[in-house]
């Protein structure tokens, strides 16, 4: 099975979710776009979305492909967010998306599962600066992108973290 991606805006649960996999006994991979934010900031002239969007775009691709082979070396492999994500918030930013991510977006299991943001657990902090509303703007550009992409969006019900584990097995037809 092509590698699965569990994506969404921001505040949405994606981590807990991708966390409770790993949990369950499933190869799980971190949001990469995160880390590099952490690493990014930490350099003098880091390359940060909300100053260098296209920049930091070719960052993820790197760790993403790379992610993407690493998961696809497993019968079933969760990643939290991927290179159509890429896309989408190159999107939301009303910037070109080159042809290279759009090729790149493929070999991903065809349904995407979608968390979307969540009022009651988003937080804004130093690596998510944007309110709320920035967040759900995010949600449905993703969502967009993805379809334009070519895949199923599926959207994961937001309820504790074990029973969308749950949702997300039955949906799947698998279980570790």
């Not at 991708?18 to 799980?28: K, R």
């Not at 100053?51 to 993407?68: I, W």
């Not at 944007?130 to 993805?146: K, M, N, S, W």
Request: proline fraction near 7%; glycine fraction near 8%; charge should be negative.
């Amino acid at each position: 099975m092509n590698p699965i991606i569990i994506t969404g805006g921001p505040g949405a649960g994606k981590t807990a979710l991708i966390n409770a996999l790993g949990d369950a006994g499933y190869p799980t991979f971190a949001e990469s776009s995160r880390q590099l934010i952490e690493q990014q900031s930490q350099l003098e002239n880091g390359i940060l979305p909300w100053l260098d969007l296209p920049g930091f775009a070719e960052l993820c691709l790197g760790v993403m492909s790379e992610q993407k082979e690493q998961a696809r070396q497993h019968p079933i492999a969760f990643l939290d967010r991927a290179i159509p994500d890429i896309c989408g918030y190159l999107t939301q930013a009303n910037l070109e998306i080159d042809e290279i991510y759009r090729e790149a977006s493929q070999g991903y299991h065809s349904q995407a599962l979608f968390c979307r943001p969540e009022a009651s657990i988003y937080v804004q902090d130093e690596v998510r600066p944007y309110p709320f509303e920035g967040a759900l703007e995010i949600h449905h550009a993703l969502i967009r992108v993805y379809e334009e992409l070519g895949y199923e969006v599926v959207e994961v019900p937001f309820m504790p973290v074990e029973e969308r584990v749950r949702f997300v097995e039955r949906y799947l037809g698998i279980k570790s």
